[in-house]
């Protein structure tokens, strides 16, 4: 019962960045929540969890798409695996901090993926399509998605923090606190 409920809310926020995200006005187009969502699976459940997401989000969103086929899946795996190594080797503690910082890098390597691939599907079929990808709307677009990403993984982490003891830290605190503050 408690996997079909997390593949009913997995699809719920697919279905709503598609239809819904996707027709926001201008700004507010940019949202990711299925990145910020498959981060917020890979710090709470580990890198295998997130990564059977990611193939489900992959496969998805590859079906929406007009690139070529298994772009989105590739790219995502690239940016879990990346965001994994630095969960587990850079950001140790469990501050807000280092989950903004994990969901930039994870954010920046998928649309880094994402346009190298594009380049180079775009240069070995001869299209002239890859000259057009890098403009400054892209980089202005790159930028709103960042900041709603932070936005949303800060609200979402008081939250989790509020409600779960696994964003809880880990630092080891002394049983008599009056004594550290006596000595000094």
Same mark, same amino acid.
């Given at each position: ?5 997390? %593949? %009913?809310?997995? =699809?719920?926020?697919? +279905? ?16 990711n929540i299925?990145? *910020? ?7 709470? &459940?580990?890198? @295998? ?6 193939? *489900? ?11 070529? !086929?298994?772009?989105?899946? +590739?790219?995502?795996?690239?940016a879990l695996? *990346? ?7 850079? $950001? ?14 994870? =954010?920046?390597?998928? @649309? ?11 240069? $070995? ?7 057009? +990808?890098?403009? =400054? ?6 930028? !709103?998605?960042?900041?709603? &990403? *932070? ?11 509020? !409600? ?7 630092? =080891? ?6 004594? +550290?503050?006596?000595?000094?």
């Open positions: 019962m408690f996997n079909f409920l997390k %593949i %009913i809310i997995f =699809l719920l926020l697919f +279905i709503i960045q598609i239809s819904f995200i996707s027709a926001l006005p201008a700004p507010f187009f940019n949202i299925i990145i *910020v969502g498959l981060v917020i699976i890979l710090i709470l &459940s580990g890198l @295998e969890n997130s990564l059977l997401w990611a193939l *489900v989000a992959g496969i998805l969103f590859d079906m929406h798409s007009f690139y070529f !086929y298994g772009l989105n899946t +590739i790219s995502l795996f690239v695996i *990346v965001a994994n190594l630095a969960l587990a080797k850079f $950001f140790t503690n469990r501050s807000v901090y280092s989950y903004i910082l994990l969901t930039t890098i994870s =954010l920046t390597l998928f @649309e880094l993926v994402r346009l190298c691939l594009v380049f180079l599907f775009n240069f $070995f079929t001869k299209n002239i399509f890859y000259q057009k +990808i890098i403009s =400054l709307n892209y980089f202005i677009s790159f930028g !709103y998605k960042i900041i709603f &990403s *932070v936005i949303i993984i800060f609200g979402s982490f008081y939250f989790m923090n509020y !409600y779960s003891r696994k964003m809880k830290s880990f630092f =080891l605190m002394p049983k008599n606190e009056k004594n +550290i503050y006596k000595k000094i």
